[in-house]
């Protein structure tokens, strides 16, 4: 019973903690102007991040390291400062960017500026790095995360027609009055908020921090296969809602207060409540996920002492690094850059330095030194090759897309 | 220092001052600027009116009404200013006083549709959602109308 209760809670944390407000900015932008014309590449993006995560997931099991802490040891330190720097720049662009996603969530509660709450939310970042037990942080944000359900449930009353939807899906084809290449930016964008790389930080360090073991790898692999899938159908359900109702108006979305109208729309008060608590666990949960995760990495690669299983004292330099972080996304912020145009950056920014993350993962889940008898399978390994194909030609049409396309406007 | 490095420097030199002098766009180039203006004020003011009309239904928080219209009012500036800034070809001076005469009148109906949710006055939301909705109708019919170079 206890194993269940296991299963089914990280199943659910795995839902309510796979959008981020990358994914919902994304998702809605492209709902409003593409329709459901790029599912596919949610599809795509999470049977990726699925692949990876459960390679990541499944050498910290085994190992009882973190896949990076092994990078640089089996690469090398010039392979794994390249890596280091690569992912480090977009987790820390990411951070950033949930950091301003809780201010303009915590806004729309308010209606106080998000550039006055900017510090206030940064402290209980901080606060909740330093502070919260590594499973409460996972566990409650990531159950009040899964109240963006109601997205689907909005969908669903907005009584769209679901064949025209489906349909759409399984076409790849755009609206008349878009562009090819506007539609390819998007699609490496919304590809890029599906694998951000801090996505197979957290999840492999997380292992670490649990304490899995070999026996661990069936829950492991049960949280990712259920809890990622259903995490995209989330994702589905936001591009849906703004569909249904920006799509006919022929109107873009570009605020996070744009994003809750449908659920305004379709469920009223009650639902748009509930929304606000996804947005802010959502964007909270994914704020603390990435600041541990730039923490992580420093750390794993200077080979010093962290996590959040031993005291702030032992691990004096990750938490250094935790409040530093903090500071800088603060500073960036106070700036009032836009934390949406940041959000944008990062996501294409996050499809730029794929290889760099997902390459090392493949070739330490290969290594029998570390892995012994649990190496990658075949399937494994034809998938985790398709995807780098996938991954190489996302990151080189990155850069040149956004630049032809001016962020895809 | 070479004189082949000389030339060099010069002409890179002399590239980066012209390139940073203020010049007039093309019409292609300046009609997909005043577009994405035009289609980013419309989207900016259908959004503030379908706030509205919920806010009419009590099916949003005034807090949350008064970010998007807030938003909204944003939003029509940047696209105001973005498109102020550009100086339109000859041939579309007509339609630059257009666009920037448009997305002014829409700025001032949002800014008045935040006066009265701020100040709570729910009985003038109807009337100004049926004028945001007549304004974004204007600046969609503008948007098309740009699709193509002046007669």
């Known amino acids: 019973m206890k194993k269940v209760f296991a299963v089914a809670l990280g199943i659910l944390t795995a839902i309510g903690g796979f959008v981020d407000i990358g994914d919902l900015v994304t998702n809605a932008q492209v709902g409003a102007r593409f329709g459901l014309s790029l599912g596919w590449v949610v599809i795509l993006g999470v049977l990726g991040i699925c692949v990876f995560a459960e390679m990541s997931g499944r050498v910290a099991a085994v190992s009882g390291r973190a896949t990076f802490d092994i990078v640089r040891e089996r690469l090398g330190p010039r392979m794994g400062m390249a890596n280091l720097l690569a992912s480090m720049a977009v987790t820390l662009l990411t951070f950033v960017a949930e950091i301003g996603g809780v201010a303009l969530a915590l806004q729309l509660v308010t209606s106080v500026s998000y550039v006055l709450l900017v510090p206030f939310v940064a402290f209980i970042v901080w606060l909740i790095l330093w502070r919260a037990r590594f499973s409460v942080m996972e566990n409650v944000l990531g159950l009040f995360g899964l109240s963006l359900i109601v997205f689907a449930v909005a969908l669903w009353q907005l009584g769209p027609d679901w064949g025209e939807l489906l349909h759409r899906m399984a076409v790849v084809d755009k609206p008349g009055d878009e562009q090819w290449r506007t539609w390819a930016y998007y699609a490496v964008a919304l590809f890029g908020a599906a694998m951000t790389p801090y996505e197979v930080f957290f999840f492999s360090s997380g292992g670490v921090e649990e304490r899995w073991t070999a026996k661990d790898i069936t829950t492991m692999r049960a949280n990712v296969f259920i809890g990622f899938p259903l995490g995209g159908v989330l994702s589905l359900a936001i591009a849906g809602s703004t569909a249904v109702v920006f799509g006919p108006l022929d109107a873009g979305v570009d605020t996070l207060g744009q994003v809750g109208l449908p659920v305004a729309v379709a469920l009223g008060k009650i639902g748009l409540a509930i929304a606000l608590v996804g947005f802010v666990a959502a964007t909270l949960g994914a704020a603390c996920e990435t600041g541990l995760s730039v923490g992580y990495s420093i750390s794993q690669y200077h080979g010093w002492q962290w996590g959040k299983y031993v005291r702030p004292d032992v691990a004096a330099r990750f938490h250094l690094v935790l409040a530093l972080v903090t500071i800088v996304a603060t500073c960036v912020l106070l700036t009032t850059v836009d934390p949406i145009l940041v959000t944008e950056a990062s996501v294409v920014f996050s499809a730029v330095a794929l290889p760099l993350t997902y390459l090392p993962i493949l070739i330490v889940a290969n290594d029998e030194d570390y892995m012994g008898g649990h190496v990658n399978g075949r399937l494994a390994n034809t998938l985790g090759t398709v995807y780098l194909g996938v991954i190489v030609a996302a990151a080189a049409a990155a850069i040149p897309l956004m630049v032809v396309t001016r962020m895809g406007s | ?151």
């Open chain 2, 1 to 151: 220092m070479s004189r082949r490095r000389l030339v060099v420097l010069a002409v890179v030199g002399l590239q980066t001052v012209v390139g940073c002098a203020p010049g007039t766009p093309d019409g292609d180039s300046w009609r997909i600027d005043a577009q994405r203006a035009v289609s980013d004020a419309s989207s900016a003011v259908q959004s503030a009116e379908l706030a509205l009309n919920q806010s009419s239904e009590d099916r949003v928080f005034d807090r949350y009404l008064q970010t998007v219209v807030l938003d909204s009012e944003k939003a029509l500036g940047a696209a105001g200013d973005h498109i102020a800034a550009r100086q339109p070809p000859r041939s579309e001076r007509e339609r630059y006083d257009a666009v920037t005469g448009q997305i002014d009148a829409a700025a001032d109906l949002v800014s008045a549709a935040r006066i009265a949710v701020v100040d709570g006055e729910t009985y003038r939301y109807d009337g100004l959602a049926k004028s945001l909705a007549d304004a974004a109708e204007a600046l969609q019919s503008l948007e098309t109308d740009l699709e193509h170079p002046p007669e």
